[in-house]
């Protein structure tokens, strides 16, 4: 009896799989066979690859926060000058690329989890970590910080809030807190 190949895409399929269920289902309703079922593989892919659910979920968080880590700083691509960030910042907080239900439910989800499994902490720890370093190439570190927490909690208010805030709004908001 011959071998088939191993699918060298099973380990995304599954990664990918695990934030749909998430975003679709909540945390609560993830489990090996629901995974397996979305991403089409075998049942026993799921411990073949992830020695529990735990480390999968860990490790789908980890894709999820880089995914939203390489959104956020093409953003910042070509920008020179503190002006220049502040427009960028208001941008990504308006942005249908990144403000999407799913990439919210996804932070809900996370931020939920995280306070159930702390090892998670370390996750959104490095997703913030990245977020400020590409602020702080035109801010100092104190002001870096508030904006990237001012851009977290507008992007929740964005999708979430009944009469949301207009552009002009946010960016006069950002340039306060820039002090641009």
Known sequence: ??????????????????????????ISAV????????????????TYYFSG??????EAFTRFTRQMSAQYQSFFEGVES????????????????????R???????LYAYMSKKPTLKSVTQNWMCASQATLEQWFDPVTARA??????GMTLH????RTPLRQEEIHLMVTRIAGV
């Open 147 to 152: 904006l990237d927490a001012f851009i977290e």
């Open 82 to 101: 503190p002006d220049m960030a502040c427009e960028a910042v208001t941008a990504l907080i308006f942005s249908d690329q990144v403000t999407t239900p």
């Open 1 to 26: 009896m011959s071998r088939r190949p191993n699918d060298s895409q099973r380990r995304e399929r599954i990664l990918d799989a695990t934030l749909a269920t998430i975003a679709e289902h909540g």
């Open 103 to 109: 990439n919210m439910e996804l932070m809900y989800q």
């Open 31 to 46: 489990t090996h066979r629901k995974i397996a079922s979305c991403a089409g593989v075998p049942l026993g892919s799921m």
């Open 53 to 58: 659910i735990d480390a999968l979920l860990e």
């Open 158 to 161: 964005f999708v979430t809030d």
